[in-house]
């Protein structure tokens, strides 16, 4: 006991190092060497920062396993090594989807400094008849796409949600059949009456009878709709407009002839 007084009388200041490890310690804060028997208040609040995280204490090893430090005690001895465990802050963020449905698992909500988030791609987020078409930092929809939040990036955040209407195409069967109808619509187009042909396919002396879903079996389609979507495939149906003329022949000599109509 006698030779450890004589020791800590030899040797009444030890040296102290402090590791922020990115953060900055205020002027005047920073501790080199405490004496024996004396406590010192480590560094703490507003007196060691760092950009874009919260001080989460000093800790006796890198690894931050064990107690928190919050001073140097009376009892301490020898040289002291202190280092800064930092945690990164969180913020907020708010997805505007403008009718739009984010997949489970795909929304953002927060993101840290240091890891930013990766906004949901057009893979996750849906809204029926229309195309997404990118994230903005405002409700007009204006500047930048943004796709993600940078690592550096502080601050909450709000992104809205861009569509435009999807296109869809009109496919007009049989082959040659011409029309005045139009090739495509979107989700918004005003409903629309199905115009007759203005050409049949191949015969002249056919008249139009009703355009039909996806084939001549199929059901009867006079319009589309306004808030239809998908790709559609009409089928126009003809029947014979001039009657055949069936002749009755004795010999070479015709007795009479009669008009029917076509497959009768």
């Not at 490890?21 to 208040?41: C, D, E, L, M, R």
């Not at 589309?224 to 009657?243: D, L, R």
């Amino acid at each position: 006991m006698l030779a450890s007084c004589f020791f800590t009388y030899l040797n009444p200041q030890s040296n102290v190092k402090l590791y922020p490890n990115g953060g900055v310690i205020s002027p005047g804060s920073n501790i080199t060497s405490y004496f024996w028997g004396q406590s010192k208040v480590l560094p703490y609040g507003s007196q060691i920062t760092r950009n874009g995280y919260t001080f989460g204490g000093w800790y006796k090893n890198s690894g931050f396993w064990g107690e928190r430090q919050y001073f140097i005690n009376t009892t301490d001895r020898g040289d002291l090594t202190f280092y800064a465990k930092w945690d990164p802050n969180p913020y907020n963020v708010r997805l505007h989807t403008n009718g739009g449905t984010i997949a489970a698992g795909h929304n953002v909500t927060q993101y840290t400094y240091g890891t930013g988030a990766t906004l949901p791609s057009a893979s996750y987020i849906t809204k029926h008849g229309h195309t997404f078409r990118g994230w903005y930092n405002n409700s007009a929809l204006t500047g930048n796409v943004y796709t993600k939040i940078g690592s550096s990036e502080k601050g909450d955040k709000e992104f809205y949600a861009k569509w435009t209407p999807t296109v869809y195409t009109i496919t007009y069967l049989p082959e040659g059949v011409e029309t005045d109808n139009p090739p495509t619509y979107t989700i918004e187009t005003e409903t629309f009456e199905l115009k007759a042909p203005t050409k049949a396919p191949d015969e002249t002396k056919q008249k139009f009878v009703a355009w039909h879903v996806d084939s001549e079996e199929g059901a009867v389609v006079t319009e589309i709709a306004k808030g239809s979507t998908e790709n559609k495939t009409f089928y126009a149906e003809f029947s014979a407009e001039v009657p055949c003329v069936v002749k009755f022949m004795s010999g070479t000599t015709e007795v009479k002839s009669i008009k029917v109509k076509k497959d009768t």
